[in-house]
Protein backbone atom coordinates (compact mmCIF):
# COMPACT_ATOMS: atom_id res chain seq x y z
CA UNK A 1 0.00 0.00 0.00
CA UNK A 2 2.64 2.68 0.36
CA UNK A 3 3.51 4.85 2.74
CA UNK A 4 0.09 6.74 2.32
CA UNK A 5 -1.62 3.54 3.43
CA UNK A 6 -3.77 3.64 0.02
CA UNK A 7 -5.64 -0.14 -0.50
CA UNK A 8 -5.22 -0.99 -4.38
CA UNK A 9 -6.55 -4.75 -3.90
CA UNK A 10 -9.32 -6.11 -1.89
CA UNK A 11 -6.18 -7.53 0.28
CA UNK A 12 -5.19 -4.19 1.21
CA UNK A 13 -8.38 -3.52 2.30
CA UNK A 14 -8.47 -6.35 4.47
CA UNK A 15 -4.95 -5.56 5.92
CA UNK A 16 -6.27 -1.99 6.88
CA UNK A 17 -9.45 -3.73 8.54
CA UNK A 18 -6.76 -6.06 10.59
CA UNK A 19 -5.17 -3.22 11.30
CA UNK A 20 -7.92 -1.43 12.80
CA UNK A 21 -9.14 -4.27 15.08
CA UNK A 22 -5.60 -4.43 16.26
CA UNK A 23 -5.83 -1.15 17.46
CA UNK A 24 -8.89 -1.49 18.82
CA UNK A 25 -8.06 -4.87 21.19
CA UNK A 26 -5.20 -2.77 22.67
CA UNK A 27 -7.47 0.45 23.64
CA UNK A 28 -9.66 -1.65 25.47
CA UNK A 29 -6.62 -4.00 26.63
CA UNK A 30 -5.15 -0.66 28.34
CA UNK A 31 -8.16 0.00 30.36
CA UNK A 32 -7.50 -3.17 32.33
CA UNK A 33 -4.02 -1.82 32.78
CA UNK A 34 -1.94 -0.67 36.11
CA UNK A 35 -1.21 3.44 36.64
CA UNK A 36 2.63 1.79 35.15
CA UNK A 37 1.30 -0.01 31.85
CA UNK A 38 1.96 -3.59 33.40
CA UNK A 39 -1.20 -6.03 33.50
CA UNK A 40 -3.10 -6.63 37.06
CA UNK A 41 -1.46 -8.89 38.95
CA UNK A 42 -4.14 -12.15 39.75
CA UNK A 43 -5.15 -10.95 43.05
CA UNK A 44 -5.45 -7.45 42.51
CA UNK A 45 -9.08 -6.80 42.19
CA UNK A 46 -12.00 -7.95 39.75
CA UNK A 47 -10.79 -5.84 36.81
CA UNK A 48 -7.83 -7.91 36.89
CA UNK A 49 -9.56 -11.04 36.36
CA UNK A 50 -12.02 -9.50 33.60
CA UNK A 51 -8.79 -8.78 31.87
CA UNK A 52 -7.09 -11.76 32.01
CA UNK A 53 -10.99 -13.83 30.70
CA UNK A 54 -9.96 -11.15 27.80
CA UNK A 55 -6.62 -11.39 27.15
CA UNK A 56 -7.33 -14.86 27.08
CA UNK A 57 -9.83 -15.07 24.66
CA UNK A 58 -8.95 -11.82 22.06
CA UNK A 59 -4.77 -11.87 23.13
CA UNK A 60 -3.89 -14.97 21.87
CA UNK A 61 -0.03 -16.06 21.78
CA UNK A 62 -0.41 -16.13 17.87
CA UNK A 63 -2.90 -12.88 17.28
CA UNK A 64 -5.38 -15.82 15.40
CA UNK A 65 -8.61 -16.36 17.87
CA UNK A 66 -9.32 -17.44 21.18
CA UNK A 67 -6.66 -19.49 23.37
CA UNK A 68 -9.27 -21.11 26.14
CA UNK A 69 -12.45 -23.41 25.44
CA UNK A 70 -15.61 -21.39 25.48
CA UNK A 71 -17.06 -23.45 28.19
CA UNK A 72 -13.91 -22.22 30.27
CA UNK A 73 -14.23 -19.01 29.51
CA UNK A 74 -17.58 -19.22 30.35
CA UNK A 75 -16.29 -20.38 34.10
CA UNK A 76 -14.35 -17.66 34.60
CA UNK A 77 -16.93 -15.16 33.73
CA UNK A 78 -19.16 -16.92 35.99
CA UNK A 79 -16.60 -16.75 38.91
CA UNK A 80 -16.63 -13.29 37.82
CA UNK A 81 -20.20 -12.33 38.35
CA UNK A 82 -20.30 -14.50 41.58
CA UNK A 83 -17.81 -12.19 43.34
CA UNK A 84 -18.98 -9.24 42.10
CA UNK A 85 -22.25 -9.87 43.77
CA UNK A 86 -20.71 -11.27 46.93
CA UNK A 87 -18.98 -8.13 47.04
CA UNK A 88 -21.93 -5.58 46.54
CA UNK A 89 -23.61 -7.91 49.31
CA UNK A 90 -20.85 -7.20 51.85
CA UNK A 91 -21.00 -3.64 50.99
CA UNK A 92 -24.60 -3.44 51.26
CA UNK A 93 -23.98 -5.44 54.78
CA UNK A 94 -21.56 -3.07 55.65
CA UNK A 95 -23.94 -0.01 54.89
CA UNK A 96 -26.70 -1.50 57.37
CA UNK A 97 -24.36 -1.78 59.72
CA UNK A 98 -22.40 1.52 60.17
CA UNK A 99 -26.35 2.33 59.44
CA UNK A 100 -27.29 1.13 62.82
CA UNK A 101 -24.36 2.31 64.93
CA UNK A 102 -25.17 5.70 64.12
CA UNK A 103 -28.84 5.16 64.83
CA UNK A 104 -28.19 4.01 68.70
CA UNK A 105 -25.69 6.50 69.24
CA UNK A 106 -28.50 9.29 68.42
CA UNK A 107 -31.20 7.75 70.93
CA UNK A 108 -28.51 7.45 72.87
CA UNK A 109 -28.25 3.18 73.48
CA UNK A 110 -24.50 3.31 73.68
CA UNK A 111 -24.37 0.02 74.55
CA UNK A 112 -25.88 -1.14 71.75
CA UNK A 113 -23.51 0.68 69.62
CA UNK A 114 -20.59 -0.68 71.57
CA UNK A 115 -21.89 -4.28 70.34
CA UNK A 116 -22.67 -3.42 66.99
CA UNK A 117 -18.90 -1.83 66.85
CA UNK A 118 -17.50 -4.96 68.35
CA UNK A 119 -19.36 -6.75 65.54
CA UNK A 120 -18.62 -4.88 63.17
CA UNK A 121 -14.95 -4.99 63.85
CA UNK A 122 -14.33 -8.52 64.51
CA UNK A 123 -16.15 -10.00 61.29
CA UNK A 124 -12.97 -9.78 58.98
CA UNK A 125 -14.51 -10.99 56.07
CA UNK A 126 -16.90 -7.91 55.32
CA UNK A 127 -13.88 -5.61 56.25
CA UNK A 128 -13.96 -3.11 52.83
CA UNK A 129 -10.96 -0.34 52.99
CA UNK A 130 -14.19 1.95 53.66
CA UNK A 131 -15.39 -0.17 56.66
CA UNK A 132 -11.60 -0.01 58.03
CA UNK A 133 -11.52 3.47 57.18
CA UNK A 134 -14.43 3.90 59.51
CA UNK A 135 -13.08 2.01 62.42
CA UNK A 136 -10.64 4.02 62.75
CA UNK A 137 -11.51 7.36 62.80
CA UNK A 138 -14.00 6.77 65.42
CA UNK A 139 -11.30 4.11 67.52
CA UNK A 140 -11.67 6.94 70.43
CA UNK A 141 -15.21 6.45 70.22
CA UNK A 142 -15.17 2.96 70.52
CA UNK A 143 -12.94 2.66 73.37
CA UNK A 144 -14.97 5.35 75.17
CA UNK A 145 -18.20 3.09 74.47
CA UNK A 146 -16.53 -0.15 75.64
CA UNK A 147 -15.62 0.86 79.02
CA UNK A 148 -19.44 2.76 79.27
CA UNK A 149 -20.63 -0.89 78.99
CA UNK A 150 -18.07 -1.86 81.41
CA UNK A 151 -19.40 0.03 83.92
CA UNK A 152 -23.15 -0.45 83.04
CA UNK A 153 -23.46 -3.86 83.33
CA UNK A 154 -21.37 -3.04 86.65
CA UNK A 155 -24.24 -0.35 87.62
CA UNK A 156 -27.10 -3.01 86.65
CA UNK A 157 -25.10 -5.98 89.02
CA UNK A 158 -25.45 -3.71 92.26
CA UNK A 159 -28.43 -5.59 93.78
CA UNK A 160 -26.72 -7.90 96.19
CA UNK A 161 -25.79 -7.56 100.47
CA UNK A 162 -24.51 -4.19 101.46
CA UNK A 163 -21.05 -5.35 101.44
CA UNK A 164 -21.15 -6.85 98.31
CA UNK A 165 -23.03 -3.69 97.54
CA UNK A 166 -20.49 -1.28 98.89
CA UNK A 167 -17.21 -3.21 96.88
CA UNK A 168 -19.25 -2.77 93.54
CA UNK A 169 -19.52 0.82 94.35
CA UNK A 170 -15.69 1.31 95.59
CA UNK A 171 -15.16 -0.19 92.03
CA UNK A 172 -17.17 2.28 90.28
CA UNK A 173 -15.96 5.02 92.07
CA UNK A 174 -12.45 3.89 91.32
CA UNK A 175 -13.47 3.72 87.15
CA UNK A 176 -14.91 6.95 87.54
CA UNK A 177 -11.71 8.57 89.05
CA UNK A 178 -9.65 6.24 86.14
CA UNK A 179 -11.65 7.31 83.09
CA UNK A 180 -10.62 11.31 82.50
CA UNK A 181 -10.11 10.54 78.83
CA UNK A 182 -13.45 8.89 78.16
CA UNK A 183 -15.88 11.84 78.81
CA UNK A 184 -18.77 9.69 78.23
CA UNK A 185 -17.90 6.95 80.60
CA UNK A 186 -16.75 9.59 83.15
CA UNK A 187 -20.19 11.16 83.20
CA UNK A 188 -22.42 8.20 83.28
CA UNK A 189 -20.23 6.77 86.18
CA UNK A 190 -20.11 9.95 88.11
CA UNK A 191 -24.30 9.83 87.85
CA UNK A 192 -24.47 5.81 88.52
CA UNK A 193 -22.14 6.20 92.08
CA UNK A 194 -24.51 9.03 93.00
CA UNK A 195 -27.61 6.63 92.36
CA UNK A 196 -25.50 3.74 93.97
CA UNK A 197 -24.64 5.98 96.86
CA UNK A 198 -28.58 6.71 97.76
CA UNK A 199 -29.38 3.47 97.30
CA UNK A 200 -26.51 2.35 99.64
CA UNK A 201 -27.57 4.62 102.47
CA UNK A 202 -31.24 3.42 102.31
CA UNK A 203 -30.01 -0.30 102.09
CA UNK A 204 -27.76 -0.06 105.59
CA UNK A 205 -30.45 2.27 107.10
CA UNK A 206 -32.98 -0.21 106.74
CA UNK A 207 -30.51 -3.07 108.28
CA UNK A 208 -32.79 -4.32 111.12
CA UNK A 209 -31.65 -3.95 114.84
CA UNK A 210 -30.45 -7.17 116.34
CA UNK A 211 -32.87 -8.36 119.49
CA UNK A 212 -33.67 -11.89 120.65
CA UNK A 213 -35.89 -13.03 123.70
CA UNK A 214 -33.63 -15.92 124.42
CA UNK A 215 -31.96 -15.63 127.78
CA UNK A 216 -28.16 -16.90 128.84
CA UNK A 217 -27.96 -20.08 129.03
CA UNK A 218 -27.01 -22.02 132.58
CA UNK A 219 -26.77 -25.73 132.83
CA UNK A 220 -28.82 -26.86 135.93
CA UNK A 221 -27.64 -30.34 137.25
CA UNK A 222 -30.06 -32.82 137.68
CA UNK A 223 -31.27 -34.62 140.91
CA UNK A 224 -29.59 -37.55 142.06
CA UNK A 225 -31.30 -40.70 139.78
CA UNK A 226 -33.36 -38.67 138.10
CA UNK A 227 -33.52 -38.23 134.32
CA UNK A 228 -36.88 -36.23 134.24
CA UNK A 229 -35.69 -32.77 134.88
CA UNK A 230 -32.43 -33.14 132.19
CA UNK A 231 -35.23 -33.91 129.62
CA UNK A 232 -37.17 -30.96 130.10
CA UNK A 233 -33.83 -28.64 130.21
CA UNK A 234 -32.65 -30.25 126.90
CA UNK A 235 -35.97 -29.29 125.53
CA UNK A 236 -36.09 -26.49 126.48
CA UNK A 237 -32.23 -25.67 125.25
CA UNK A 238 -33.03 -26.71 122.05
CA UNK A 239 -36.21 -24.62 121.64
CA UNK A 240 -34.23 -21.91 122.66
CA UNK A 241 -31.46 -22.88 120.37
CA UNK A 242 -33.91 -22.72 117.18
CA UNK A 243 -35.03 -19.74 118.40
CA UNK A 244 -31.56 -17.65 118.66
CA UNK A 245 -30.65 -19.08 115.37
CA UNK A 246 -33.50 -17.46 113.68
CA UNK A 247 -32.76 -14.23 115.42
CA UNK A 248 -28.61 -14.07 114.49
CA UNK A 249 -29.49 -15.28 111.09
CA UNK A 250 -32.02 -11.97 110.43
CA UNK A 251 -28.83 -9.90 111.34
CA UNK A 252 -25.99 -11.92 109.56
CA UNK A 253 -25.52 -8.69 107.16
CA UNK A 254 -25.28 -6.48 110.01
CA UNK A 255 -22.62 -8.68 111.44
CA UNK A 256 -20.82 -9.36 108.23
CA UNK A 257 -20.73 -5.77 107.76
CA UNK A 258 -19.47 -4.48 110.88
CA UNK A 259 -16.58 -6.97 111.00
CA UNK A 260 -15.19 -6.10 107.75
CA UNK A 261 -12.95 -2.76 108.67
CA UNK A 262 -12.12 -1.61 105.09
CA UNK A 263 -16.12 -1.87 104.51
CA UNK A 264 -17.09 0.59 107.50
CA UNK A 265 -14.28 2.47 106.28
CA UNK A 266 -15.80 3.47 103.24
CA UNK A 267 -19.41 3.81 105.01
CA UNK A 268 -17.79 6.76 107.24
CA UNK A 269 -15.93 8.43 104.19
CA UNK A 270 -19.32 8.60 102.41
CA UNK A 271 -21.70 9.27 104.83
CA UNK A 272 -19.74 10.24 107.71
CA UNK A 273 -19.52 8.79 111.21
CA UNK A 274 -23.35 9.16 112.44
CA UNK A 275 -24.55 6.53 110.03
CA UNK A 276 -21.43 4.17 110.52
CA UNK A 277 -21.70 4.33 114.30
CA UNK A 278 -25.71 3.46 114.67
CA UNK A 279 -24.80 0.56 112.70
CA UNK A 280 -22.22 -0.49 115.48
CA UNK A 281 -25.06 0.07 117.88
CA UNK A 282 -27.74 -1.73 116.20
CA UNK A 283 -25.23 -5.06 116.83
CA UNK A 284 -25.23 -4.48 120.43
CA UNK A 285 -26.09 -7.85 122.05
CA UNK A 286 -24.63 -9.70 118.91
CA UNK A 287 -21.40 -10.76 120.94
CA UNK A 288 -23.15 -12.22 123.73
CA UNK A 289 -25.66 -14.10 121.67
CA UNK A 290 -23.05 -15.84 119.58
CA UNK A 291 -21.56 -16.83 123.07
CA UNK A 292 -25.05 -17.99 123.80
CA UNK A 293 -25.33 -19.96 121.16
CA UNK A 294 -22.59 -21.74 121.37
CA UNK A 295 -23.16 -22.95 124.91
CA UNK A 296 -26.73 -24.43 123.63
CA UNK A 297 -24.87 -25.61 120.67
CA UNK A 298 -22.66 -27.77 123.06
CA UNK A 299 -24.90 -28.96 125.41
CA UNK A 300 -27.82 -30.15 122.61
CA UNK A 301 -25.25 -31.65 120.89
CA UNK A 302 -23.50 -33.36 124.10
CA UNK A 303 -27.19 -34.43 125.59
CA UNK A 304 -27.75 -36.30 122.00
CA UNK A 305 -24.47 -37.33 122.01
CA UNK A 306 -25.29 -38.86 125.14
CA UNK A 307 -28.83 -40.12 124.14
CA UNK A 308 -27.44 -41.96 121.25
CA UNK A 309 -25.03 -44.24 123.55
CA UNK A 310 -27.70 -44.76 126.03
CA UNK A 311 -30.15 -45.78 122.93
CA UNK A 312 -27.02 -48.29 122.18
CA UNK A 313 -26.69 -49.83 125.32
CA UNK A 314 -30.29 -50.14 125.68
CA UNK A 315 -30.45 -52.04 122.42
CA UNK A 316 -27.39 -53.97 123.42
CA UNK A 317 -29.12 -55.25 126.57
CA UNK A 318 -32.30 -55.99 124.93
CA UNK A 319 -30.13 -57.80 122.43
CA UNK A 320 -28.40 -59.93 125.05
CA UNK A 321 -31.72 -60.57 126.39
CA UNK A 322 -33.25 -61.87 123.42
CA UNK A 323 -30.26 -63.66 122.43
CA UNK A 324 -30.82 -65.61 126.20
CA UNK A 325 -34.44 -65.90 125.29
CA UNK A 326 -33.54 -68.11 122.13
CA UNK A 327 -31.20 -70.17 124.13
CA UNK A 328 -33.50 -71.09 126.50
CA UNK A 329 -36.42 -72.18 124.01
CA UNK A 330 -33.54 -73.66 122.08
CA UNK A 331 -32.49 -75.93 125.03
CA UNK A 332 -36.53 -76.31 126.00
CA UNK A 333 -37.18 -77.53 122.34
CA UNK A 334 -33.91 -79.91 122.69
CA UNK A 335 -35.55 -81.21 126.25
CA UNK A 336 -38.83 -81.72 124.68
CA UNK A 337 -37.32 -83.93 121.37
CA UNK A 338 -34.97 -86.09 123.74
CA UNK A 339 -38.25 -86.73 126.46
CA UNK A 340 -40.43 -87.64 122.91
CA UNK A 341 -37.66 -90.08 121.91
CA UNK A 342 -37.10 -91.52 125.33
CA UNK A 343 -40.73 -91.58 125.89
CA UNK A 344 -41.23 -93.31 122.07
CA UNK A 345 -38.27 -95.62 123.39
CA UNK A 346 -39.65 -96.79 126.86
CA UNK A 347 -43.20 -97.85 124.92
CA UNK A 348 -41.64 -99.57 121.88
CA UNK A 349 -39.44 -102.05 124.33
CA UNK A 350 -42.66 -101.98 126.53
CA UNK A 351 -44.75 -103.63 123.80
CA UNK A 352 -41.89 -105.93 122.32
CA UNK A 353 -41.63 -107.59 126.30
CA UNK A 354 -44.88 -107.84 126.20
CA UNK A 355 -45.43 -110.11 122.70
CA UNK A 356 -42.33 -111.70 123.97
CA UNK A 357 -43.98 -113.12 127.01
CA UNK A 358 -46.73 -113.59 125.25
CA UNK A 359 -44.78 -115.84 122.88
CA UNK A 360 -43.35 -117.63 125.77
CA UNK A 361 -46.56 -118.34 127.38
CA UNK A 362 -48.08 -120.20 123.80
CA UNK A 363 -44.86 -122.13 123.03
CA UNK A 364 -43.13 -122.19 126.72
CA UNK A 365 -39.91 -121.71 124.44
CA UNK A 366 -36.96 -120.43 126.88
CA UNK A 367 -35.37 -118.17 124.24
CA UNK A 368 -38.21 -116.18 124.47
CA UNK A 369 -38.52 -115.04 127.90
CA UNK A 370 -34.57 -115.48 127.51
CA UNK A 371 -34.60 -112.21 125.25
CA UNK A 372 -37.69 -110.62 126.97
CA UNK A 373 -34.92 -110.69 130.12
CA UNK A 374 -32.52 -108.95 128.59
CA UNK A 375 -34.80 -106.66 127.03
CA UNK A 376 -36.35 -105.64 130.66
CA UNK A 377 -32.44 -105.38 131.59
CA UNK A 378 -31.91 -103.03 128.96
CA UNK A 379 -35.21 -100.62 129.94
CA UNK A 380 -34.36 -100.60 133.86
CA UNK A 381 -30.73 -99.32 132.56
CA UNK A 382 -31.80 -96.70 130.28
CA UNK A 383 -34.61 -95.36 133.10
CA UNK A 384 -31.43 -95.59 135.47
CA UNK A 385 -29.60 -93.61 133.26
CA UNK A 386 -31.60 -90.55 132.48
CA UNK A 387 -33.63 -90.89 135.49
CA UNK A 388 -33.99 -86.95 135.34
CA UNK A 389 -36.10 -86.77 132.55
CA UNK A 390 -38.31 -89.77 134.03
CA UNK A 391 -40.96 -86.61 134.67
CA UNK A 392 -44.78 -86.95 134.93
CA UNK A 393 -44.51 -85.35 131.30
CA UNK A 394 -42.80 -87.83 129.78
CA UNK A 395 -45.05 -91.10 131.69
CA UNK A 396 -48.02 -88.77 129.90
CA UNK A 397 -46.21 -89.26 126.61
CA UNK A 398 -45.23 -92.75 127.27
CA UNK A 399 -49.40 -93.27 128.29
CA UNK A 400 -49.91 -91.40 124.90
CA UNK A 401 -48.16 -93.95 122.98
CA UNK A 402 -49.85 -96.86 124.61
CA UNK A 403 -53.28 -95.09 124.26
CA UNK A 404 -52.61 -94.30 120.39
CA UNK A 405 -51.40 -98.11 119.93
CA UNK A 406 -54.74 -99.65 122.39
CA UNK A 407 -57.00 -100.41 119.80
CA UNK A 408 -54.75 -102.94 118.30
CA UNK A 409 -53.90 -104.80 121.41
CA UNK A 410 -55.65 -107.95 122.66
CA UNK A 411 -57.27 -107.70 126.43
CA UNK A 412 -54.13 -109.76 127.50
CA UNK A 413 -51.79 -107.68 125.66
CA UNK A 414 -53.32 -104.44 126.91
CA UNK A 415 -53.45 -105.72 130.38
CA UNK A 416 -50.08 -107.14 130.59
CA UNK A 417 -48.41 -103.49 129.24
CA UNK A 418 -50.13 -101.52 131.15
CA UNK A 419 -48.95 -103.37 134.03
CA UNK A 420 -45.35 -102.95 132.95
CA UNK A 421 -45.74 -99.40 132.43
CA UNK A 422 -46.96 -99.03 135.86
CA UNK A 423 -44.30 -100.51 137.31
CA UNK A 424 -41.80 -98.72 135.59
CA UNK A 425 -43.18 -95.65 136.64
CA UNK A 426 -43.21 -96.56 140.05
CA UNK A 427 -39.55 -98.06 139.62
CA UNK A 428 -38.46 -94.64 138.25
CA UNK A 429 -39.83 -92.39 141.63
Given amino acids: MGHDFIPRTAEDVEA ?18 TCDLKPYGPDDNL ?19 PSQ ?58 LLPETTKYLAESANLRTDLAAYSQAASMHALIDASPIAHILELAAEESNANNAATNPLTVTSLHTYVAEDKATLRKQLGSLPQFETSVKAFTEKSSPSGSTQHSNAQYDDAKRDLEQLRLDLNTSHELAELTSNQSAMRLIRSWYGDELADSLIQKTAGLKAAWENETKLSVYVEAVQAERVQEEAQRSARLEAIQHTRDQQEARQ ?47 NSLLRQDRAMLTPSLWSEVNQEYQRILPGLTVWQASHARSMIAGLHSFSR
Fill in 16 to 33: IRSVFDSCEDVAVAGSYL
Fill in 333 to 379: RALIEERNSLAGTIWNKVLYITMLDEKFNLTEKMGYTMEADKQRTAL
Fill in 47 to 65: DGMKYRVYRGYFLSPDGRG
Fill in 69 to 126: SSASLLGELQSISQREIALSARAANTRASIIQIEQALDVGNFVEADRLFSKLSEDKLV
